[in-house]
């Protein structure tokens, strides 16, 4: 085994009023290979991109937002950041809530819930009240991505974690991907408002793919009523871990990065020399493709040669591609999205699974605490590169999604030596 590869030791055993939980039993673990481990894949590929495909459809949509409703690009972020902020606060509690109510159940009804949500939003002609179906849509959406972590981490086998994880994100990817290029490409046949209803009626769908395909949890234990201090407890044991707050704030800097490039784009390129309509915007991120297969060849790879290496390796190709796009030349922005692409979904796959590993109990707490890192990144880093924007133009947002990355990098390396010299130690 490869010496960066050994954890980073986790906390010992979380009590409440000085009484620890019960012990467990053994696990039962799904088998990669299996026809369950199959199955679960898919349901939370189909989680995935659910999630992501409600909560980024109207990335793209942010200039036709501004005309519309004659607010300023910064304000018009605002239809992304608030979902985006609202979810990361869901996330803490969905994991707490999850104890009690159940994985599936939870996922599930957020699915749902967040789908009708979407299909009401374009029929409201007002601002305010638009952004607070879009501040909803992210609250219940909240129920999705710390608990699809839990339930991976519970589920399936330590060998084959990083893989399944990486699948689910693909999920998440080709979710972000319809969320930017369908409802870009029916944005100019039948106009936003319709485009925005479709994403809604695929998010039903998916919920209802998800629940015919999940099994029920085997490994999780019910937690009834909800214990305050309990929760506090465990979210407060995490953060006083080692290791855990350097993947927590990788996931804030790699996503305020992502997102603010994403962001702006669709107005740089509606501008001189571009002066790309919505739909051809929308094409350019058919580039998500490459998230969703390098997503899933870094889970395979940080099962084999380490979480560290993998980690950095996505972080500087994230960084490449920021700096290609302050090229001039329309294939230049294209590449310089890609390239980042591919590597904000190498580290976030990594990131994501490092989470599972180094928490050995209160994994929904954990995994909820890495989510809100990452969604606050998003929320507040998407509307501050606004100002950007603003006052420097394209080469201002680049050297501030540049900025954030090397924030990711200083962390990732933290950790890198972390666990090499527990290893040099085992």
């Known amino acids: 085994m490869c010496a960066d590869r050994a954890k980073i030791p986790a906390a010992q055993p979380l009590t409440v009023d000085g009484v620890q939980p019960p012990a467990m039993a053994e696990p039962i673990y799904t088998e990669p290979g299996s026809p369950e481990y199959r199955r679960i894949s898919l349901a939370l590929f189909l989680a995935g991109y659910a999630t992501f495909s409600l909560i980024y459809c109207v990335q793209p949509l942010l200039p036709e937002l501004a005309r519309d409703f004659a607010v300023s690009p910064a304000e018009s972020s605002l239809a992304l950041s608030l979902a985006t902020g609202f979810l990361a606060f869901a996330i803490l509690l969905a994991g707490a809530v999850s104890e009690a109510f159940g994985?599936?159940?939870?996922?599930?009804?957020?699915?749902c819930g967040a789908s009708?949500?979407?299909?009401?939003?374009?029929?409201?002609?007002?601002?305010?009240?638009?952004?607070?179906?879009r501040a909803l849509e992210g609250l219940i959406l909240g129920g999705v991505p710390a608990v699809a972590m839990a339930y991976l981490a519970e589920e399936m086998h330590p060998r084959g974690l990083g893989t399944t994880m990486g699948i689910y994100i693909s999920g998440t990817a080709l979710g972000g991907m319809s969320?930017?290029?369908?409802?870009?490409?029916?944005?100019?046949?039948?106009?936003w408002h319709l485009a925005l209803g479709a994403?809604?009626?695929?998010?039903?769908?998916?919920?209802?793919?998800?629940?015919?395909?999940?099994?029920?949890?085997?490994?999780?234990?019910?937690?009834?009523?909800f214990q305050l201090r309990y929760h506090i407890r465990a979210w407060e044991q995490?953060?006083?871990?080692?290791?855990?707050?350097?993947?927590?704030?990788?996931?804030?800097?790699?996503?305020?990065?992502?997102?603010?490039?994403?962001?702006?784009?669709?107005?740089?390129?509606?501008?001189a020399p571009f002066n790309l309509s919505q739909g051809q915007i929308s094409l350019i991120f058919v580039v998500y493709l490459c998230g969703m297969v390098t997503s899933s060849i870094a889970g395979a790879m940080s099962d084999r040669v380490g979480r560290g290496p993998v980690l950095l390796g996505g972080i500087v190709i994230a960084g490449a591609g920021v700096a290609i796009t302050l090229l001039s030349s329309l294939w230049g922005m294209i590449g310089g999205i890609m390239v980042l692409t591919s590597g904000f979904f190498v580290a976030h796959s990594v990131a994501s699974g490092w989470v599972g590993r180094m928490a050995k109990q209160s994994k929904g707490h954990a995994s909820s605490l890495y989510l809100l890192a990452y969604y606050l990144g998003s929320s507040i880093m998407g509307s501050v590169g606004g100002w950007f924007w603003s006052h420097g133009g394209w080469n201002a947002v680049a050297g501030f999604a540049g900025t954030l990355l090397v924030g990711a990098a200083i962390c990732g390396l933290y950790l890198w030596r972390a666990a090499r010299r527990e290893g040099a130690v085992a």
């Open 103 to 111: 994985r599936k159940q939870l996922m599930f009804a957020s699915m």
């Open 179 to 191: 969320g930017r290029v369908v409802i870009g490409l029916l944005t100019d046949m039948v106009g």
């Open 238 to 271: 995490h953060l006083r871990h080692p290791g855990l707050p350097f993947v927590f704030l990788i996931g804030a800097f790699a996503m305020g990065c992502f997102v603010t490039i994403y962001n702006y784009a669709g107005f740089r390129l509606s501008e």
């Open 199 to 225: 994403m809604g009626a695929l998010g039903l769908a998916a919920a209802i793919g998800f629940a015919v395909l999940l099994p029920p949890s085997r490994n999780f234990v019910r937690r009834p009523g």
């Open 116 to 133: 009708l949500l979407n299909l009401i939003a374009p029929v409201l002609s007002d601002w305010h009240a638009f952004l607070v179906v």
